[in-house]
Every structure is written in structure tokens, then in C-alpha cells.
Nanobody, 123 residues
Framework: QLQASGGGLVQPGGSLRLSCTAS??????YGWFRQAPGKEREFVAA????????NYSDSVKGRFTITRSRAENSVTLQMNSLKPEDTAVYYC????????????????????WGQGTQVTVSS
């Protein structure tokens, strides 16, 4: 129900845009998480479909921007000023509920997950 795309290889300081399209339902909250090799899956950013309220992890705040298209039932993660430590598999997630901001970073707040897309930041 969630299809992510847009990953790839980029040099440090570069940009990438990830997209996630949802099908089969309308979701209240969308999120992006990432998982680097040997590490836990961690929260990146989230957005509420209705009012567009957002939440970001401290590690990406000011560099990444999450937006949503209600008409297209999709969410985009614009990633700028990428660093090698941003290298990971990125997963989009969605839930039918409209979460308060403090719940957005919790993995168990999302019932639906995409397949993941690899982002590699390297020179």
C-alpha cells in the first residue's frame, strides 16, 4: 500500500528527493524512518495529512523537509546538505490515525510500511 522511490547515490553536500505514494486508503499521518547497517530503525520526519503539522529528528532538522499532497495521497522527503551519516535504507510509513506530534517518532504509531529505498552518501 506504500510505494517508496527516489533513493540513490549522492556526494556529500548533495540533495535527493524521496517520494512515497499510498494506495488502498486514506492515512492521517505519514512518516519517514531510516535504518543504517547494524543500527536500529530511527525516526527521520513525519507529517499530518490534514493540517500539515510536521516533526523532525534533531539530526535532520534544517536539512530535510517533508511535505504531503492530499490530492495525490503521497508524501515527499526533500533531503539537502546530505552527509555520509545519512546513509541508510529509508522507509515510509503511514497510519490511519492523526497523531499528536509527540507520538510521530514512535515506530509502533504506524501500521503500514513501505519496502524501503537505499540512500548512499559518499564521495
Amino acid at each position: 500500500q506504500l510505494q517508496a522511490s527516489g533513493g540513490g547515490l549522492v556526494q556529500p553536500g548533495g540533495s535527493l528527493r524521496l517520494s512515497c505514494t499510498a494506495s488502498g486508503g486514506t492515512f492521517g499521518t505519514y512518516g519517514w524512518f531510516r535504518q543504517a547497517p547494524g543500527k536500529e530503525r530511527e525516526f527521520v520526519a513525519a507529517i499530518r495529512r490534514g493540517d500539515g503539522k510536521t516533526n523532525y529528528s534533531d539530526s535532520v532538522k534544517g536539512r530535510f523537509t517533508i511535505t504531503r499532497s492530499r490530492a495525490e495521497n503521497s508524501v515527499t522527503l526533500q533531503m539537502n546538505s546530505l552527509k555520509p551519516e545519512d546513509t541508510a535504507v529509508y522507509y515510509c510509513a503511514a497510519d490511519s490515525r492523526t497523531w499528536i506530534l509527540s507520538n510521530m517518532p514512535q515506530k509502533n504509531a504506524y501500521d503500514y510500511w513501505g519496502q524501503g529505498t537505499q540512500v548512499t552518501v559518499s564521495s
